[in-house]
């Protein structure tokens, strides 16, 4: 066996030809024997002895090391991580402030702020210093290096003392170096986790992504291989004067392209028909060759890499017409469409796009399989609930108006009845709160309890005379009932709709120069319409109530927009001359407009979903903010003071860093990007210099920006779109469950309000007829029993009731029964053959119920039988709808809830 005490000399003797006979004697199964338990042993002691001593930073220090121990504490520590984001929010405010001249001249503010950058650059250094001391750098796992963040953390500083250490008058360039400190921002993405989300979740769509790259990449190839064949050389031609150098120009234009007429082929075809041949009347010109070419020789056809140049911005369809024009002048107008006309179909209108679809694509193979994540489930089922919410609470506002009209209603009876009404209102959006939610509010035991008092309250019935508050109080009550009903209705709304429309004429119709009867007639007008809209405010304040008028979201709107109308006409009062804040405060009238969304479900559901996804927009807009911020300032550390050309500067350059960011931003809409990117090689010594490789910064800006972070805004809209479709469909699955509903309910009432067609006519004769109605009878009562949970007595504990109401009647305690009460008790019970004691609390339950002295016939057997027809479809409805709810929702609970939402922004504990 050797010695193997030494443990590096088992390992050895493990790896000598994979034998394991050189460690057990010859016989490999050894290693199962008892004697193996010692080997075994030491090699795990070993092993563990490399773990452990790999565990140490640095090699030094371990995790017991005070000096290890306090540098985790520290990074740890929140105060240092905003202390190191605030330093870079320092920093780059100080690369902002800086000034390019020409020449690499310098300003005194930018002198002064270049010292600065030693400074931040001990910051960082310490920040990484101590991060390798407490992660280890790069051997073991959680490491310094193992993140990416930190990566690019040590880039930043390495470049940073390379800089330092490099002297001013070396031949080499600093500026590139220099670059990399922009690159410092992108540390403010790892101290926010919103942003940290936003940039994974794009980060992890750049699959399919680079798999379009390839795709256009390939296109851009065989595009430009074509191009190279079809127009090499031909861009260097164009008119000379004649028997001179000078190039002709008009106007001071820039030249174009010439070319030579060829001779006709067959007779009649010719190939270079359409050349531009240089006759120009009163002007001795000739077409030759040995011009430098269009935009300083960069826009050509001359090797792969102009031409894939030329080609990448024709397919962004930024001055593609131009170079079409050019070629043109160069062979002809005859075949030379052929190139175009599919570059721009396939590269333009299907390459590029399909961005779009992959980003799109790839959000709705998301949102289904997170198609019932918690936000977009609990927006829904709020909706559910409140609209269940709002039709209980007109079922109590109608029900309140019935009683108002009912004169012999005492207000014991009025209060019981309403606590009846909210009860059951609340039952039932409690019920499915339990059954859908899992969460119940505390505030329904306490109207719970408030129902049972009223309901044990409602038996006192004191016929007490109406004095004048009370009858104040019922006339406001029944007006509040009518003005309720009056705000809900479709004319209130439409004559508000036709009134904000007619306000935003009257702000649209308002222009400089107008005549002054016009400017009178619109003073008096916004007057009218401001009054206008304060009166529907506070008769909708006055007709629901504050509490339900703030409770939608739309009247808060609406109250927000007047007081900001008010609080502008003290403003003009008071401050005539300052237009501008006037002009602001005037532009809040006209989102009145969007209460058209109130009765435009579609167009409601998509606003609803907008405003859900507007954190994730918001990230979205920081992060592309981050994108111009770093790519402004790169602009400057590469083109700062550069753009110094014999026409002057430009407009768009990087010369500060306000006009950085508007170049940037010019370059992500596409708008003469190419210019720009065409000043940008020239200044850095032109095409055949190293200015093309400086070409990629224009490419890569327009690649990330213009294609994939603006194409994440439309995807996120299509998204919305999706969700808004969604709730739409949902809403109108529930109306058309709600209008089933209310006609079961409407045939359950009418039913029971024809009981009484039967009741005056005689009772039949025939015998044979007896048998089914004394059952159908039976039927009727033990039906109506279950309906109103009651019981029928026996003759026993009939009489057991009289004797002890008599026993424990007191006559100080005992409520007043008024004659017409104890009518209409006593013919409920006798209707359902049911025994009756006068001053008894018979509780009756939150059921809904007409007005009891039109409960007549209930002995009738059409109806008695129509009414267990119609029960026996109910029940068999229901079960069928909650058969269906418990097959949903077991196919809710299957898919998988993801940690992203569709958007690959929101997680699932997101609010």
Known sequence: MGDYNNVSAMIRALKEGGNLAALTGGDPHSLHSGRSGAWKAKLKNYIQKINASNERSLFIFSKKNWIRKRANDVIEWNPFEYMVLLTIIANCIVLALEEHLPKDDKTKVARSLEKTEIYFLGIFFFEAALKIIALGFMLHRGSYLRSPWNVMDFIVVVTGLATISIKKDSSFDLRTLRAVRVLRPLKLVSGIPSLQVVLKSIL?????LFQIALLVLFAIVIFAIIGLELYSGVFHTTCFYANKTVIYKVDNDAPTTCGVPGDPIWGW??????VFTCNIPNESLVCREYWIGPNKGITSFDNIVFAML???????MEGWTQVLYWTNDAVG????WLYFVPLIILGSFFMLNLVLGVLSGEFAKERERVENRRAFVKIRRQQQVEREYNNYVEWINRAEDVILNEERTTEQERRAIHEARKYAALKKIRHYRAGKQQSVDDDEDDIDHAFNRGRGTGIERTDRPRTFGRRWHIQQRVIKSKIRVLVKTQAFYWTVIVL????????AIEHDGQKQFLTDFLYIAEFVFLGLFVFEMLFKMYGLGV???????????DFVVIVGSIFEVIWTHFNPEESFGVSVLRSLRLLRIFKVTRHWASLRNLVVSLLSSMRSIVSLLFLLF???????LLGMQLFGGEFNFEDGTPLQNFNKFATALITVFQILTGEDWNEIMYNGIISQEGPHGKGMIYSLYFIILVLFGNYT???VFLAIAVDNLANAHELTKDEEEEQAAEEEKRERESKDVESMFKLGSSSSSPPPTDTATTTPNVKSKKTDQETFLNRNNLRQTTKREHTENTIKTVLEKKPSNQPIVSKTDDYLDRHLFEKANLDYIPGLDYDLGPVFMPTLDKLQGFNDPETAKARAEEAARKKAAEAAAEAEAKKKEQARTVKPILPYSSMFIFSSTNP
Request: glycine residues 2%; hydrophobic residues 55%.
């Open 204 to 208: 992890k769509a750049m699959a399919p």
């Open 269 to 274: 075809l010719n190939i270079k028909h359409g």
């Open 310 to 316: 030329t080609v990448f911005q024709c397919i962004t």
């Open 333 to 336: 107008t005859l075949f030379n």
């Open 500 to 507: 904000v429309f007619l306000n935003t004429a009257c702000v």
């Open 547 to 557: 509490d339900q008028y703030f409770a939608s979201s739309f009247n808060i709107f």
């Open 626 to 632: 981050l994108f111009i911020l770093i790519f402004a």
């Open 709 to 711: 972070l603006l194409n």
